[in-house]
């Protein structure tokens, strides 16, 4: 069978569909790129934003037409969405064949199979944290691999679907991870992105507490990564900030291979808008924390995530949010508009900022960043960067794009050596706005 897999949401669910395009792989099915081609649609799902469900819905309906020609075709969902409406989405889209939530998508190739034989529908939601290890398979070879290393979120912060579709946090065993990474290395895979939902809690059971002092599985789980011969880079996502005790930040700065670039949530500027959403920390102790790290790994960039229009947030909230963005200075940022989520906690509030309002918000801040970042660009010009090479540019053939370990994104002119996933240094001839661009040396 020719199988199509459209991915909506997090890293989290791209690395779940490329388990799943291998599991049908290995058992002789060959993957597409075009839904017309295909004998078995699907779709791995989103819920954290009303839009993303929306725009799941409008795609598989109208994948109905297609139905119509071609019986036979399988139409699957999987994923978050699927997990947080089950059936009720076998009513709303007649033509679908299968929904398996997020404990279940390691049976979709039995399912699809099932589905060839008899064309009964199947719905199943069931958790089952068995699938935990189930999903190592990974596709063609790169030079670049994402490793789940936890599932699930225990945080629940007020506004958050995910604790109630990805179901309780579990990390997986070290000796698994380690043997995940190692034969990857052995593929010819460079750097490795380390995948969790709240990825330096790694290894504490759940608990929700941020480990005492001394004390992170998370930073041992580092060194002994940073230890495999051949691997150049290791990176991760995402971490919540109250994770980053002594002993995970004297682990950054003494493992050379993990990378210089942290994605750090930040939610909010405003202490009575994080402690709504039930975010741990306050502006302070964001700050002081970003400090401390930059004091560590002195290169150190940053991203973050911040929603903009939570219930009840203010002008002056929003300023603070602003104000804290600017002086923390993060070198990229995702801005949301805050989207009420029916089963989250802050569903029950009242969805205070008009959209127009959010709209606004949301430009000033993306307003900020472009300044900065493009400012932040041009300061860089005339340094020399070690670069992992990625392959032709997507936007000119006659260039070739890599990244550095800070995160940024070079475009340079290849010499006959270079390949995909060599360490180079390039000399920083310009800044545009998003990119810099540079020479070989
Ligand atoms: N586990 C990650 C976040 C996953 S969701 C973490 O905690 O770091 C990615 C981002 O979506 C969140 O950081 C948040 O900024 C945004 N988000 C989550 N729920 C949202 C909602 N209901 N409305 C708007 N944005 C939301
Ligand atoms: Fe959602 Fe918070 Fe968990 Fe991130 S840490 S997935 S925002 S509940
Ligand atoms: Fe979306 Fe699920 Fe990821 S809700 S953000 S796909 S964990």
């Known amino acids: 069978m020719k199988v199509f897999i459209k991915t909506y949401g997090c890293q989290m669910n791209e690395r779940d569909s490329e388990a799943i395009g291998a599991l049908f792989v290995k058992a002789g099915h060959t993957l597409c790129d075009s839904e017309y081609d295909a004998d078995v649609l699907l779709f791995n799902t989103c819920s954290v934003r009303d839009a993303a469900e929306r725009k799941a819905k409008g795609k598989i309906g109208f994948m109905r037409k297609l139905k119509l020609k071609k019986p036979d075709l399988i139409i699957g969902v999987t994923g978050c969405m699927a997990q947080r409406l089950g059936d009720q989405l076998l009513a709303e889209l007649p033509h679908l064949d299968f929904v398996l939530g997020t404990g279940q998508i390691h049976k979709a190739l039995e399912t699809t199979e099932k589905i060839a034989a008899d064309r009964r529908k199947i719905a199943d939601t069931a958790v089952d944290p068995g699938e935990i290890d189930m ?10 691999a994402q490793i789940a290393i936890t599932r ?24 698994s991870i380690l043997s995940e990474a190692r034969q990857l290395v052995d593929q ?24 005492a002092d001394g004390f992170s599985p998370f930073a041992e789980l580092l060194e002994a990564l940073n230890k495999i011969p051949g691997l150049a880079r290791i990176r991760y996502t995402s971490p919540y900030v109250s994770y980053f005790n002594d002993r995970l930040i004297s682990a950054l700065a003494s493992c050379k291979k993990v990378c210089h670039n942290i994605h750090l949530p930040l939610q909010s500027g405003s202490d009575r808008i994080l402690q709504a959403m039930n975010r741990q920390y306050t502006a302070q102790s964001y700050r002081e924390k970003v400090a401390q790290l930059r004091a560590a790994v002195p290169d150190l960039t940053f991203s973050t995530d911040v929603i903009v229009g939570f219930p009840g947030e203010e002008e002056s909230d929003f300023a603070l949010t602003r104000e804290l963005m600017n002086e923390v200075g993060f070198e990229q940022a995702y801005i949301f508009k805050y989207s009420p989520r029916p089963g989250a906690k802050s569903a029950l509030l009242a969805d205070t900022v008009s959209e127009e309002e959010k709209l606004r918000r949301n430009n000033i801040l993306l307003d900020d960043l472009e300044k900065r970042i493009s400012a932040r660009l041009a300061g860089l010009t005339g340094t020399v960067q070690e670069v992992l090479c990625e392959g032709v540019s997507a936007r000119n053939e006659a260039r070739w794009t890599g990244r550095t370990d800070t995160n940024f994104v070079v475009h340079f002119e290849p010499d006959d050596k270079v390949k995909t996933g060599d360490l180079r240094q390039v000399k920083i001839t310009r800044s545009g706005s998003v990119s810099l661009f540079g020479e070989l040396i």
């Open 152 to 175: 699930g979120c225990n945080r629940f912060c007020s506004y958050c679907i995910v604790p109630y579709v990805r179901g309780r946090e579990v990390s997986r065993s070290q000796e």
């Open 135 to 144: 999903l190592g398979e990974h596709g063609k070879n790169s030079w670049s």
């Open 188 to 211: 010819g895979v460079k750097e490795i992105l380390l995948l969790g939902q709240n990825v330096a809690a790694y290894g504490l059971n759940g608990d929700i507490r941020p480990p």
